[in-house]
């Protein structure tokens, strides 16, 4: 096992390639920026209209821009202090930051549902009529416009830039508009039959906050706790590194989120048992460079399975039965790995089993069961794999 950095001559702190860290810093700040000034602008209008109009839903709803424009500071805060090299301290970099950051973000978002529910419920309890007329109306519809390009923008962003950060505000903004739009829809209801739904769209409103909030703070936490990566990733990784010459699988494949796109792992190949020294250190290298051209990934580990079942009947034979047993047990998702030793009498290989089996471990006590009937000569060392990428 090698030095990364030396292997493919890359920062391990790079986002991907061909992408300073700093452009994508900047794209962030620049579309988090463009967010504050709309929010703000948008809590001075909702905030007069609301007042003119005695209207705690509007006067609500501006308190919910306003947090839009808080997290939209944290997320520059985030962005900023993510880009951060490596040190002493913090060898893998600082781009989690970014996931502490939209933790960040929810509390803010929880904060004004909680605000919004205290107002609601105060005004349930002292009710007073609301004063629309046709501006307002035409200023709420025009604020809903603006939420909802806000938030496409913010979300098609934060896909483009992979910010958890910018993705959460882009939610939360179409979440305003459609807040905003139930206001309007009050309005309405008050202007032609003089009933007031004040009360119950205050509720609404902080309930339709909270669960945004909720949401937010929940993706959060798994990201820090450590998610499981994304299926398109870990399948065109193991296609990369299968597509090196002399790579026969690509199995175990293990990686860390260091921050947005700074995914750092390892990963097991299989080859045969007759390559040299000098062979299987050109594989483990172009692996490498292979995973991280195509994806950005950066394998720092790449180990072997030594494998006879090309070269040896007996393994040949051993193969087959063992790939029935993982067909006949749907809790069995992969055995791989396999090498028999014709000196010693011993066979071994890893077997990945679902963690939705109720007992993983007698599920692999049957398999070698199973292959000790059959190989009766043969001892099986069996390697229980968990479920970690797809």
Known sequence: MSDTTTDIGVDLNSPAPGESKGSRSRAIVRTSVIGILANLALVGFKVAVGTLANSIAIVLDAVNNLSDALSSIVTIVGARLAVKPAD???????????????????????????????????????????????????IMIVAVIVKIGLGSYFKRSGQRLGSDSLVASGQDALLDAAVTTTTVVGAIVFMRFGVSLEGPLGLLISAMIIKAGVDVLREAISKILGARVDASTSTAIKRAVEGVDGVIGAYDLVLNDYGPERLWGSVHIEVDEFLSAREVDRIERAAQRAA????????????????????????????????????????????????????????????VVSFDAPDRHAVVDDVREHLGRTFPDYAFSITLDDDISD
């Open 88 to 138: 002493r301290e913090h060898p893998y970099g600082h781009g989690r930051t970014e996931y502490i950051t939209t933790f960040v973000i929810a509390a803010v978002i929880l904060w004004a549902g909680v605000t919004a529910l205290v107002e609601a419920v105060r005004h349930i309890i002292e009710p007073s009529d609301p004063e629309y007329d046709l501006v307002t109306l035409v």
């Open 292 to 351: 991280y051209l195509e994806t950005g990934v950066i394998l720092h580990t790449v180990g072997i399975y030594s494998t006879n079942v090309h070269t040896n009947p007996v393994v040949r034979d051993m193969r087959e039965v063992l790939d029935d047993i993982v067909r006949a047990h749907d809790e069995i998702l992969e055995a791989h790995g396999l090498y028999a030793d014709d000196t010693t009498h011993e066979a071994s290989f890893d077997l």
